[in-house]
């Protein structure tokens, strides 16, 4: 079995950004980035931490 390996990323969102651009913002990183939400933590003053992985693939030398 392989252990899977993740590259992690924090996106701090200001309270100023509404929720649909956030939404906006995340799809683009799906889509275009193969990166996949892990969690999200809203704060009382309106601000968003956003954790985001996406897979390290790792090729290995062929004999």
């Known amino acids: 079995m ?3 390996e993740y590259v992690v990323e924090r996106v ?3 309270r100023h950004v509404s ?3 956030v939404r906006q913002l ?3 990183h799906a889509e275009y ?3 996949e ?3 999200l933590r ?3 003053d309106g601000t968003r931490d956003i954790w985001i992985r ?3 693939i790792r090729v290995s030398p062929s004999l």
């Open 33 to 35: 980035g193969g990166w």
């Open 42 to 44: 809203r704060y009382r």
């Open 12 to 14: 701090r969102v200001e």
């Open 2 to 4: 392989r252990n899977v």
């Open 54 to 56: 996406r897979k390290i």
């Open 19 to 21: 929720r649909s651009a």
């Open 26 to 28: 995340l799809t683009e």
């Open 37 to 39: 939400l892990t969690r």
